[in-house]
T-cell receptor
Framework: NAGVTQTPKFRILKIGQSMTLQCTQD?????MYWYRQDPGMGLKLIYY???????DKGEVPNGYNVSRSTTEDFPLRLELAAPSQTSVYFC???????????????FGPGTRLTVT | EDQVTQSPEALRLQEGESSSLNCSYT??????LFWYRQDPGKGPEFLFT???AGEEKEKERLKATLTKKESFLHITAPKPEDSATYLC??????????????FGKGTLLTVNP
């Protein structure tokens, strides 16, 4: 199993550009999450999905969009990139949600994004 | 608002020198407290989940404990490979979101040989 994979590893965007961060998991997990991690700050939840076709906002969703057309893939779209979106982005997945028993989240290696 | 505070921010130990990391939290309805390890340039790796005061879990040189207001991650006889940032997160669904973890900023542990 590859686990959770993310592409690209690094990206530099100009202000106003758009891009999609890719996330794929091969563990047949129902739940998937996108976090951002800023220097000196805790991880913040951007969006999450409880299954194919179902997504919802997390703590910091502004400026981002997601879709979940398959169990495996959960891409994160940045429209009109801004310097405030400079961060490291992590995708994670879990078999169950936090209310269930299979909640441990497996994280991908991250995408380091710089917007200038 | 839920708060998770980890201390110290950074800790430097000699190999074999045992110590503890602290995670204190202020939440109204704790469902679970999670510990993760994060190596530089990598995603967090799950270590433990604790549910109730008095609970303890162990893995190799690490032992996590939980009280009503804080959790400790005890590291016994650490080795250089234990060097990493240790993250604490709490799950409190009483705020309306059943899927939100609130993360602390982490403790950067360095173990010198």
């Amino acid at each position: 199993n590859a686990g959770v994979t993310q592409t690209p590893k690094f990206r530099i965007l100009k202000i106003g550009q758009s891009m999609t961060l890719q996330c794929t998991q091969d563990m047949n997990h129902n739940y998937m999450y996108w976090y951002r991690q800023d220097p000196g700050m805790g991880l913040k939840l951007i969006y999450y999905s409880v299954g194919a076709g179902i997504t919802d906002k997390g703590e910091v969703p502004n400026g981002y969009n997601v879709s979940r057309s398959t169990t495996e893939d959960f891409p994160l779209r940045l429209e009109l990139a801004a310097p405030s979106q400079t961060s490291v982005y992590f995708c994670a997945s879990s078999l169950g949600g936090l209310a269930g028993g299979t909640y441990e989240q497996y994280f991908g290696p991250g995408t380091r994004l710089t917007v200038t | 608002e839920d708060q998770v505070t980890q201390s110290p921010e950074a800790l430097r130990l000699q190999e074999g020198e045992s110590s503890s990391l602290n995670c204190s939290y202020t939440v109204s309805g704790l469902r679970g407290l999670f510990w993760y390890r994060q190596d530089p340039g990598k995603g967090p790796e799950f270590l433990f989940t604790l549910y109730s005061a008095g609970e303890e879990k162990e893995k190799e040189r690490l032992k996590a404990t939980l009280t009503k207001k804080e959790s400790f991650l005890h590291i016994t006889a650490p080795k250089p490979e234990d060097s990493a940032t240790y993250l604490c997160a709490v799950h409190d669904p009483s705020g309306g979101s059943n899927y939100k973890l609130t993360f602390g900023k982490g403790t950067l542990l360095t173990v010198n040989p």
